[in-house]
């Protein structure tokens, strides 16, 4: 889940056992709005082939079940 202050990651059984039992992975960050989109459009490159396993928060005032993939490339 990436949201405008994080990246959440939800690891499955095997991969939290290689990362020591930890299920989850989350990465803080305070960005302006344009370091956050050139983060989302690289994020969107790195996870290639996942877009359907990534989404974002909805951006505010948005309705809650329009969350956007990350490598959707809609900003």
């Not at 959440?8 to 960005?31: K, S």
């Amino acid at each position: 889940m990436l949201s405008r202050d994080s990246l959440t990651l939800h690891l499955d059984e095997r991969m939290a056992t290689r990362m020591g039992g930890h299920d989850v992975i989350r990465v803080g960050f305070d960005v302006r709005a344009s370091a956050f989109r050139e983060l989302q459009y690289v994020l969107g490159l790195i996870m290639c082939g996942y877009e359907s396993r990534l989404v974002t928060e909805s951006e505010p005032g948005a309705a809650p079940d329009l969350a956007r993939d990350i490598g959707s490339g809609s900003s």
